[in-house]
């Protein structure tokens, strides 16, 4: 009977280490601490005692200066607490697999593979017209239905597959070679979008109205589309029709203006960097190192990356870090010479800009004024370009 309400009420073995051992004895015995099973070992006694004395024990052990080990925990309360923390752990494994189980009925990730002419903008602004977002129920999307208004929307598509796997939605396409829409083109006339003087015609198919040395305006019809039929006696019977082709060179004037202000802007960057680490749920950030919101004004660079168990299942859960560091503007002003040589400077840089497109320079006839706080280069560059 007595070892059922031992068991009952919990009990610990312990072993005791010291030369005091008998002066703990009398203290228990003045403090109502009930030992039982007291025998002696190599390293010292052992003893068993209530739970509930336990930490009154432990203090009268310290007194006397003796050093205490718990061998073995028995009896009911010690069950009990192994069955209540294997049950927490089920019912948080529980709740854990159901949170899984409800996050792999959504989508959290969309992935576009195979665009090189399309930008990812540009087909998840389509997405976003048609509803398709994070977050959304998968039996909510419609694959076939994506693929075909896809194609409609995008003509550079030649194939397009749109397919679930885990939380993810996978979009695989291919566009057209050329990179070109496939239109049929309507003849229509060369014309001359300025005046100059034509330095070279070389006409693949079409009818040529001008040769080289001819002077034209603005709307003059360089090659016609309306390639003349002659009868014996060389009328014009009837015209037939052509998308024209030409490589024509025309040489005309370009008008160039520019103008700099004294006193610009400087923006400078403190070399301190501030990194702050942070996790993401839906649509609201927490910082992990960061207790306010800084009011400086300051660049700021984030690098996001989403959670993901496997390869395909991704979680609504983000993480990153965003390094920030103090912007501060400065107005600073230039010397005349400064102005100078910026204005040359911009002049050179739209130079080689016309001839990375062809442009021939034939000369430059630009010169520099000053108006107040402004300066000014104004002139005209004479040049040999193609009539588009």
């Given amino acids: 009977m007595e070892e059922l309400i031992r068991w009952l009420q919990g009990y610990i073995i312990v072993q005791i280490e ?73 019912i948080l494994l529980l709740l854990m697999l159901s949170l899984l189980k409800v996050t792999q009925l959504h989508i959290w990730a969309i992935e576009i593979q195979g665009n090189e002419m399309l930008t990812e903008d540009e087909i998840m602004d389509f997405m976003t017209e048609e509803k398709i977002q994070y977050g959304m129920y998968k039996k909510e999307i419609n694959c076939e239905n994506i693929e075909m208004k896809m194609r409609e929307t995008f003509p550079l598509i030649t194939w397009v597959s749109v397919y679930m796997n885990g939380t993810k939605l996978h979009i695989d396409l291919k566009e057209n070679a050329l990179g070109v829409e496939k239109t049929e083109e309507t003849p229509t006339d060369i014309l001359s979008k300025k005046t100059g003087t034509i330095t070279s015609i070389l006409v693949e198919q079409g009818n040529p109205l001008v ?57 400078q960057f403190s070399t301190n960097k501030h990194n702050y680490y942070y996790i993401e749920l839906g649509k609201k950030r927490y910082y992990l190192n960061k207790l306010w919101q800084t009011e400086e004004k300051c660049e700021t660079l984030c690098c996001t990356r989403q959670l993901f168990v496997l390869e395909h299942l991704y979680l609504p859960v983000f993480y990153g870090c965003e390094t920030t560091r103090k912007v501060d503007f400065q107005y600073f002003a230039y010397t005349d010479k400064e102005m100078e040589k910026v204005l040359s400077d911009r002049l050179q840089k739209y130079i080689l800009c016309l001839q990375e497109k062809g442009v021939q320079i034939m000369k430059k006839n630009v010169k520099i004024s000053k108006n107040g706080s402004t300066m000014y280069m104004s002139g005209e560059l004479e040049v040999i370009e193609d009539v588009e």
């Avoid at 360089?222 to 009868?231: A, C, F, M, N, Q």
């Avoid at 082709?245 to 008008?255: D, P, S, V």
């Fill in 211 to 267: 040769k080289a040395g001819d002077g034209v305006n603005p709307g003059d019809i360089l090659v016609s589309s309306k390639i003349p039929v002659y009868d014996e006696n060389g009328t014009a019977i009837s015209y037939q029709e052509t998308v024209p082709e030409a490589t024509i060179r025309l040489q005309t004037i370009e008008n160039y203006e520019d103008s700099l202000q004294r006193v610009y802007l400087m923006t």
């Fill in 18 to 90: 010291g030369a005091n051992f008998e002066s703990l004895l009398r203290i228990c015995r003045a403090h109502h601490v009930f030992l039982w099973k007291i025998g002696q070992t190599e390293k010292g006694f052992r003893v068993c005692l209530y739970k509930r004395d336990f930490l009154c024990f432990a203090g009268l052990c310290r007194k006397v200066c003796l050093r205490l080990h718990v061998l073995k925990k028995r009896g009911v309360p010690f069950l009990l607490q192994k069955i209540y923390r294997k049950l927490y752990f089920m």
